[in-house]
């Protein structure tokens, strides 16, 4: 099974369900991958997940993850296999 490698820099769309600055469009924003690996802290956007997408730490998290930001970006578009 191979495991998606991030680079630092590269755009990733954010997760269904977080929450966004207030009057901010989901179309536009993305989380940009800083290259920072440790776990985040509260209020602070890091990468996670199979399909990897963007969330906001609830809470100050104790698993290391890819830490990121929040930047207005182009569409991310995700190609998917079929079967």
Do not use: C
């Not at 990733?12 to 929450?19: D, I, K, L, S």
Request: net charge positive.
């Amino acid at each position: 099974m191979s495991q998606t490698v991030l680079q630092k820099g590269e755009l990733y769309p954010v997760a269904p369900g977080e929450p966004l600055p207030r009057g901010a469009g989901r179309q536009n924003l993305r989380v940009k991958a800083t290259g920072e690996k440790r776990p985040p802290r509260k209020g602070e956007w890091y990468l996670s997940g199979a399909t990897i997408e963007g969330y906001r730490a609830p809470n100050d998290l104790t698993q290391e993850h890819q830490i990121g930001e929040l930047v207005e970006g182009e569409t991310v578009t995700i190609w998917r296999s079929k079967g």
